[in-house]
């Protein structure tokens, strides 16, 4: 039996929530940010980030759900690039809402160093040049280091400006062989501060030049992507002139949907590990291993086409055989 609120109960204030609110008419709608923000060109979200930062408090983007012909995306515009900036201890949940990056160049979302934060996102959505999301450590924090580290992000979906559908509109599936596939889902840039050991999950990366980025000093991170698709190339770890990104964990299934140029996983770091799914490439490989990779292991959970440049013996191949000699 469930017993009423005493009259103590009821004088006692409402607890505090220590959280900052992004909503989709803040703040006419209650929200403490959000589009009408006076003065903003990402819906609010700078100025919550900052504010959230200044304050000590959590950070939650409000979504919703969407029934196509019923009810609307909650979208959050960017007019210019979202700049998270150096926080510890933070978490931020995002609802389903969706980030839409409205320019052609530049990156719409950018991570300065995090130490020990929790970040949750919905869709990220970009067609220009630069990266959905790019996690680029700048500036030194409290605790003197440029940084990410011990953190975890989640990521629903990083839309590049090839779009989700392989025929350029929603539900036109056959594809559209002049479609220009443009950014980076997810670049782990290494190149002022190191990125180590975060677990990383995005469900969905579409529509990319490159899906998943790791360059410079990128170490010991957990990676799961659950469907890189649509994307020119893949996976990039390093590259001929980068052998820094070295022992990473990366789970992931890739498809390129039929994109002729496509190339699936290229590993020029070393004592990495990859965990791959994959559909057949029409003339790339699925797995590249460069001149400099070296202590790889990758695990094949598919029929796979793989060209080996190493050294001989400098890699391992476990699973399915490969189909293409090395």
Known sequence: MTRGATEEEKARPPRPTNR??????????????????????TSGLQEAFE???????????????????KTSAV????????????????????????????????????????????YRFGLIVSASDGAVVRMAPTTAGP?????????????????????????????????DRSR??????????????????????????????????????????TIEEVNIHLCEDHIRIG????????????????DCQGIETATGA??????????????PFPRGADLTFGESAAGNVAILQSACRVVDRSPAGSNHLLGVPPTRPR
């Open 51 to 69: 504010e959230a930062k200044r304050r000590g408090m959590d950070l939650e983007i409000a979504g919703g759900n969407w029934t196509e012909g």
């Open 266 to 279: 290229s590993v020029f770091g070393p004592r990495n590990m990859l965990t791959l799914s994959t559909r």
């Open 143 to 175: 605790d003197g280091f440029r940084v990410i580290t011990s953190c975890e992000f989640v990521f629903n979906a990083l839309v590049g400006g090839g779009g989700a559908w392989p025929g350029g509109s929603p539900h036109q599936n056959e594809l």
């Open 180 to 221: 220009r596939w443009t950014g980076t889902g997810l670049h782990l840039d290494g190149s002022k501060g190191s990125i180590d050991a975060n677990k990383i999950t995005v469900v969905e990366t579409v529509g990319c030049g490159a899906g998943l980025r790791l360059s410079e000093a990128v170490s010991r991170n």
């Open 20 to 41: 900052i609110l992004v909503s989709p008419r803040g703040p006419r709608d209650g929200g403490d940010f959000g589009p009408f923000t006076p003065g903003t060109r």
């Open 239 to 254: 590259g001929p002139d980068d052998r820094a990104p070295a022992d990473n964990r990366i789970s992931a299934f890739l």
């Open 75 to 118: 979208v959050y515009n960017l007019d210019e690039t979202l700049r998270v900036p150096w926080m510890q201890n933070a978490r931020v949940d995002g609802g389903h809402a969706v980030l839409n990056y409205t320019k052609r160049t530049g990156d719409a979302v950018v991570f300065d160093s995090q130490m020990s934060g929790s």
